[in-house]
Each structure stands twice: as C-alpha cells, then as structure tokens.
C-alpha cells in the first residue's frame, strides 16, 4: 500500500456514512421470488431498465437472504 492510500485510509472514519463518506447512493430493488427446480431464488432487480441490459442485477438461494436490520 503507497503512503498516500495509508494516509487515506486510517483518515476515514470507523463508521462511514455510505453517502457521504463511501459515494454510496441507495436505492429500492424490486424482490421477484421464484421457484425453479424445486429450490426456490430471490431477484433482486434494479430501478433503471438500463441496468439490467449491463446484467447489473443479483439472483439468490431464497435461504441464503437476510435482512441486514434483522442481523443486528
């Protein structure tokens, strides 16, 4: 690591903002539950149309999904 990425790194705080600090920009993803197989999968789909011609979109065993604010 260069001198300056160490700089920057112990400069960030311990708890960033995802916005402010890290660029993060939230947004609601539409949850499509489907069965298939027999197993059943959550997709997870984007706001924008356009991201989903760039395969910016995440398909998920249903069992392996968590809400984040339930695992706190």
């Known amino acids: ?5 160490e700089a920057e790194w112990e400069a960030a705080p311990d708890d ?3 916005e ?8 609601t993803w539409e ?14 789909l984007p706001p924008e149309e356009e991201c989903l011609w760039r395969e910016e979109f995440v398909i998920a065993e249903a069992e392996l999904v968590r809400d984040l604010h339930d695992a706190r």
């Not at 949850?31 to 997870?44: A, C, M, P, T, Y």
Request: cysteine-free; hydrophobic content about 35%.
């Open 1 to 5: 690591m260069t001198m300056a990425l």
């Open 16 to 18: 960033p903002h995802p």
């Open 20 to 27: 402010r600090d890290l660029g993060y920009h939230g947004a």
């Open 31 to 44: 949850v499509i539950s489907v069965e298939q197989r027999g197993s059943e999968h959550k997709l997870f």
